[in-house]
């Protein structure tokens, strides 16, 4: 599957798909804000995805994107991570 097709799937999955770069910055390519409310066109996605050096997918957050929230373990995630899961099995064992 091509970058173009996966960024054409977030966007019919009504997450809101944006371009970033690829050199491991994660810097969005241009300004995401506009999309916060919109999503891009097939016609935004086209050149973003579909050229010969496609830019990385980025997807914002929040309501525009189905109320999707991320957690980022990036920093220290060996030890972070398995904590974290932890603490989120004990609290869902303790609900039921």
């Known amino acids: ?5 996966t960024a054409q799937q977030y966007n019919k999955q009504r997450y809101s798909v944006i371009p970033i770069a690829t050199d491991g910055t994660k810097q969005p390519i241009g ?10 066109t097939e016609h935004e996605l086209q050149p973003w995805f579909g050229s010969q050096q496609p830019c990385g997918i ?30 989120v099995q004990l609290q869902l064992t303790d609900v039921s």
């Open 58 to 87: 980025g997807i914002v957050c929040g309501p525009i994107s189905s109320n999707l929230v991320v957690i980022d373990f990036d920093h220290q995630a060996e030890q972070t991570y398995p904590q974290w899961l932890a603490q």
């Open 31 to 40: 300004s995401w804000k506009p999309y916060q409310t919109r999503q891009a």
């Open 1 to 5: 599957m091509d970058i173009l097709h």
